[in-house]
C-alpha cells in the first residue's frame, strides 16, 4: 500500500504480507538462515544497515544530519528553515532522525473458552523514524 500527500510529498508506507502473520515470519527467518534465539541480533543488524544508508546520502552532500530531541518538533518546518538559512533553491536539505511514538493494533484471541472471541487492544510503541527532505529541481 502506498500513499501520495501533499503536493510536494510523497510518502512510502506498506506491508510485507508475508511478514505480517507468525508462520510467514517463521518461513522467512528460516530462508534468511535466522534462528529465533538469533532474531533480536538479527532485527538490530538490519535496522543498523537501514539508518547507515540512510545518513550516508547527506554525508556524502555534506548536508546537516540532525536528531529532534522531541517528536513534537515540526520536522516540515524545521526542514524549510535550514533550507532559508543555507539559501538552497532545490536538491537535499537534510536528514532529520527521532524517536517517534506510534500506536499499533494488537490481535489476539481469548481463552478456547471463550468460543474463539476476538478482541484488539492498542500497544503504544516507539519507533525511529529518519526523514529525509529535499527541495524538488
Not at 506491508?15 to 532474531?39: E, H, I, P
Not at 518546518?77 to 517517534?100: F, S
Amino acid at each position: 500500500m502506498g500513499s501520495l500527500s501533499g503536493f510536494d510529498r510523497l510518502v512510502f508506507r506498506g506491508t510485507l504480507r508475508r511478514l505480517s502473520y507468525s508462520q510467514g515470519m517463521d518461513y522467512c527467518l528460516a530462508f534468511w538462515g535466522v534462528l529465533l534465539k538469533d532474531f533480536a541480533e538479527y532485527v538490530l543488524e538490519v535496522t543498523a544497515r537501514i539508518k547507515k544508508a540512510s545518513l550516508a546520502m547527506a554525508q556524502r552532500a555534506g548536508r546537516p544530519i540532525q536528531y529532534l530531541t522531541s517528536s513534537q518538533i515540526r520536522k516540515e518546518d524545521l526542514a524549510r528553515e535550514i533550507a532559508v538559512r543555507d539559501n538552497l533553491a532545490d536538491g537535499l536539505i537534510c536528514v532529520l532522525t527521532c524517536v517517534d511514538p506510534y500506536v499499533e493494533p494488537l490481535r489476539f484471541t481469548a481463552l478456547k473458552s471463550l468460543k474463539g472471541f476476538r478482541s484488539s487492544l492498542i500497544s503504544a510503541s516507539v519507533c525511529t523514524s529518519i526523514i529525509i527532505s529535499f527541495i524538488p529541481a
